[in-house]
């Protein structure tokens, strides 16, 4: 069992850069790739990043290359999303998964943490 907590979301203008972090609670985190997903209002919910537990590959949104950069620290059971040059078309819920693979599709992830809401302002 995998429980995941995110946080650092909030408000921003655009521009801006913001860091979400992902804190994870099972001592086999290593064994997970993580990805972050996020889900605006009236949409579904759409891949943004992923990272694999042992080569650290990533992997990105077409949507967010270039300006997000995951990262994952093993040893402190923790990811994290690094957004800059945010525009307002990335105001969602961003939500922390764990995945026995990397993947583009929600439903190959099995833990989920509650989401931390991403505001930027135009």
């Known amino acids: 069992q995998v429980q995941l907590v995110e946080s650092g979301g909030g408000l921003v203008q655009a521009g801006g850069s913001l860091r979400v972090s992902c804190a994870a609670s099972?001592?086999?985190?290593?064994?997970?790739?993580m990805g972050w997903f996020r889900q605006a209002p009236g949409k579904e919910r759409e891949f943004v990043a992923a990272?694999?537990?042992?080569?650290?590959?990533?992997y990105y949104a077409n949507s967010v290359k270039g300006r997000f950069t995951i990262t994952r620290d093993n040893a402190k059971n923790t990811v994290l999303l690094q957004m800059n040059s945010l525009k307002p078309e990335d105001t969602a819920v961003y939500y922390c998964?764990?995945?026995?693979?990397?993947?583009?599709?929600?439903?190959?992830?099995?833990?989920w943490g509650q989401g931390t809401q991403v505001t930027v302002s135009s």
């Open positions: 998964a764990a995945a026995g693979r990397p993947s583009f599709r929600a439903t190959d992830f099995s833990y």
């Open positions: 099972a001592r086999t985190f290593n064994n997970y790739a």
């Open positions: 990272i694999a537990w042992s080569s650290g590959a990533t």
